[in-house]
């Protein structure tokens, strides 16, 4: 990397530059997230390369999970992924509970209620991902429905774990609380409430002829590619392939709920937009089926374990979940001590850092931010 | 497919190799294999399926003076997708290196550039190892073993004047 | 596309958007008004039946006549985020021979409630008080004897009414004044 000097003190890093394109750093100041740069190399005002350049938001999740015991690491765990911050907990506690052989002892509720959770955080998520797609695209109208009905689930999760965002609720042996009164009730209404909800949206951003002339065949990735590059999560299911690991592998008590995984065809910024709005209705429906299961359910919500068992043996556990944003998974090793010796923790988002550089290919300048946001890459998350 | 089967499976197809077979917790396979083998195992667990990789993991283990280096895969196909598998193999800690399989699986160079910033491996062949998160990084790749966190927040403290007064 | 189906999505994405106006507003008037969707419990840990009541996590309330000094609540937090000091109380307290007690700085705690968890003497709760800003940060560093204390209430000016959400599929979500 070479620099110049701006004014005394202040240092600009100078792009190499291709003959006859232009070389253009965009951010690392990122509107919808957070920072990230974005290197695009242009000839006119088509996209020939893009490489990304995260690193602004490391924080060296690994390294501080290894100083830490098992209790501990769960709040600092949930910082890079504060919209989905049930997804990175569900494998963080499955990997742990593996580990510090608990597994058995978790309470039939405790698991439908980590369900329960994870659902409304998906919705959550995608709900905000519709906002920033919608105010990239120009359209402020579903910016402003999405932020607002988010809040529904939020104030819902906020009844149940305490917090609205940051839920630290998942503990290895279950979970930390029980159903509030008068939360059946008040979920059984916002999933209504959202299901009505959910036409109109359908309305504005798929059956508008302006998001169709934005959207329809911008940006596509094909199916050999996806799989190839690693690409996980509804990114994949856009392209065709029908890979949720909550059906192919089910973890927790996802077999015993029903739903359906949408995958669509083409692959194109429309339909990576579509999968999600199928995604919240089919969330919805697992809602709806757990809280009519919790209604009533008695027993404990955790099996408590004290201190001295949070010493786990050695050994290794790997989990993998299907978080908001794609496959969620924890890999610990641990050498027989109070904290593990080594979490790998990969990220949806940082598998599908491949994917900018084929998508944003041949795509004009203008389409960027709405192709680069339709894969829900969110850096946070992806430098960990 | 059970832990059994998925080991028979697995022999069947790595025939010939040099291979010790364990279990990551819940039933998952671990294959460790001889470095120079990797590239041959890798291409047979991708013919027969494994088509996704999942991740690349290396983990430092001083007291045997060795990184231990990982690949995970899964398969987006229909009778495998249940599955994960580990390809193992040890390299010295010494002089790490080990030949890229982003040849085989795409994916990996991305992860690979990623362990080889964290951890100093050094994947032969892949032409990306450029650094990832850590900008202008001088001291030993953070994730190894002897690399002293407290050290470096310390220094980043001092650095910024932030020597917080705790009551 | 046809000239039909441009007209009828664009007509159908204008109808959407007029049911609005008669719609009600679910934007929240805050500091007037505010939600506080967790029941009026504090949050509170029950080692008898292994889970925490349901409450908001904000600021924490501490019972000097329970708090045994046992710093498992320090020991906690310190792989947190290290917001728990022991310090010491002048006077007497029959349970707790040398007179320690947690303070919590409020600039680093993350209010992850991991500390009531970890106090068996159910001595550590925490209230719904979540707001504390302060101008500066040695403000925020709460001493035993303030967290023992229930919150302050807040100046009139800015006293908030609790609101809660009406989810109504025809006219909105919205919020209403909470009747108690
Ligand atoms: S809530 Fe969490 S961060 Fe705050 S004092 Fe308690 S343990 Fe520490
Ligand atoms: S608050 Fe609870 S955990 Fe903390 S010192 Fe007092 S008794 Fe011990």
Known sequence: MSYY??????????????????????????PGSGHFRLIITIDGDVVVDADPDPGYVHRGEEKMCETRDYIQNIPHLERPVVLDSAGIQFPYILAAEEILDIKDKVPEKAKYLRILLAEFNRVISHFYFLAIQAIFLGHSTVLEWSMADREVLMDLAAMLTGARVTFAYFVPGGVRSD???????????????????????????????????????????????????????????????EYDIRKVDPYSLYDTVEFHVPTYKEGDTMSRIKIRLDEINESLGIIEQVVRKLDGMRGPVRHLVKGAALRAKPGEAYARTEAARGMMSFYIISDGGRTPYRVKVDTPSFRNMKLIPVLLKDVRVADVPIVFWSIDYWPVEADR | MSRGRIEGFIKGILDG????????????????????????????????????????????????????????????EGKLADEVVFLTTSVPRDSPELDTLSGIWPAAGLHEREQWEMLGVVFRGNDDLRPLFLEDWRDIPPLRKDYVLKRWVDEERERHGLKVERA | MKASEFLSGFLKVVESGLRHLVRKRMTLRYPEFLVVPAPDELFGFKPGEARDTNGLRGRHLLDLDRCTGCRLCEITCNG??????????????????????????????????????????DALFMTDREELAEYDRAALLYGPEEISKPPKELPVKIRAKRAELILDERRGAHHVQRKN
């Open chain 1, 179 to 241: 159903v509030p009164s008068g939360f059946v009730d008040q979920t059984l209404k916002a999933v209504g409430y959202l299901r009505s909800r959910m036409k109109e949206y359908w309305r504005m951003l798929v059956d508008n002829p302006f998001m169709k002339m934005r959207m329809e065949g911008v940006g596509v990735l094909k199916a050999k590619d996806a799989i190839e590059l690693g690409a996980v999560g509804p990114n994949l299911r856009a392209s065709g392939v």
């Open chain 1, 5 to 30: 000097q701006l004014v005394p003190g202040v240092y600009v890093e100078e792009l190499p530059e291709k003959e006859g394109k232009i070389t253009v750093s965009i951010g690392p100041q990122h």
């Open chain 2, 17 to 76: 190799l040099e291979a010790v077979y364990s279990e990551v917790k819940p039933a998952r396979l671990k294959v460790t294999v001889k470095p120079e083998d990797m590239a041959e195992a890798a291409r047979r667990l991708l013919s027969s399926g494994f088509d996704h990789l999942h991740s690349v993991v290396a983990t430092d283990f001083p007291r045997d003076h060795r990184i231990e280096v990982s690949y995970i895969v899964g398969s987006v």
């Open chain 3, 80 to 121: 947190i985020s290290g917001a728990i000091t022991m310090v010491k109380v002048e006077g007497q307290f029959p349970r707790n021979k040398r007179g320690i007690f947690p303070s919590i700085d409020y600039g680093r705690c993350v209010f992850c409630g991991l500390c009531v968890d970890a106090c068996i003497f």
